[in-house]
């Protein structure tokens, strides 16, 4: 996925998501493209943006008090990512390469007994990579 994304800035640099999810669910790639095919066969492509990006789905069945409330802070505080609004960095748990990324979903968790919660499924969306003079 590195290979092809630029480097883009985060609009929130204070802190990255590096919580380890459990799995890494699915990886999508896109494109701001419109197809556009014709009766006589042939096509167009409008493009409305010449970047990819990616939407990576992420997992975490069980999750501290501590990593789920790092996790909330994220999404929920009006200073950090607020939601979908601004940009932050992300940490693959594979590559280990740090990216630029948005919220792509709402946050759902899951309470169990005790401390133990967990995060279903969330979304991010990978718009690029986190520039190496940072």
Known sequence: MHRYLEEIQADYE????????Q???NVSSEALQEIHEFIDGSREVVEFSENDYFDVEL???????????H???LFYNPFKAKRFKRSFYWKHPIDGEFYTVYFQSNLREQYRAGPIRGIT??????VGLKPTWE
Do not use: F, H, N
């Open 14 to 21: 204070g802190e990255a998501l590096d919580v380890m999810p």
């Open 23 to 25: 799995r890494v669910m």
């Open 59 to 69: 997992q975490w069945s069980y999750v501290t008090e501590a990593e789920s409330d």
């Open 71 to 73: 996790i909330k802070d």
């Open 121 to 126: 499924t969330l979304t991010l969306r990978v």
